[in-house]
């Protein structure tokens, strides 16, 4: 079955850095688009990343452009998103997203907390 599970989140002070991965298995990741999202209590779920089958293109929305890079390896099946100057709004669980077919998929989430 498809398994996502991310990694790497933690406490971080406002202009520090964070590494997020996704280990993927159950599907044919080189094969699938990816995308990154993240939720904050009391808010909706926002999109801030998503990646191409073969990582040459990748999108971010306004508020995370410059700062966060999404990246892949096909052959780890594993997504990353590098975080760099967080800010206190960026503290979130993140979560990793696949779409096969008609089916969302997301794993657990990983919690990152900005804060000083």
């Known amino acids: 079955q498809v398994q996502l599970v991310e990694s790497g989140g933690g406490l971080v002070q406002p202009g520090g850095s964070l590494r997020l991965s996704c280990a993927a298995s159950g599907f044919t990741f080189s094969r699938s688009q990816m995308y990154w999202y993240r939720q904050a209590p009391g808010k909706r779920r926002e999109w801030v990343a998503g990646?191409?089958?073969?990582?040459?293109?990748?999108n971010y929305p306004d508020s995370v452009k410059g700062r966060f890079t999404i990246a892949r390896n096909n052959a780890k099946n594993t997504l990353y998103l590098q975080m760099n100057r967080l800010k206190l709004e960026d503290s979130a669980l993140y979560y990793c997203?696949?779409?096969?077919?008609?089916?969302?998929?997301w794993g657990q989430g990983t919690q990152v907390t900005v804060s000083s």
């Open positions: 990646i191409s089958e073969i990582g040459d293109t990748t």
């Open positions: 997203n696949v779409l096969l077919a008609v089916d969302d998929y």
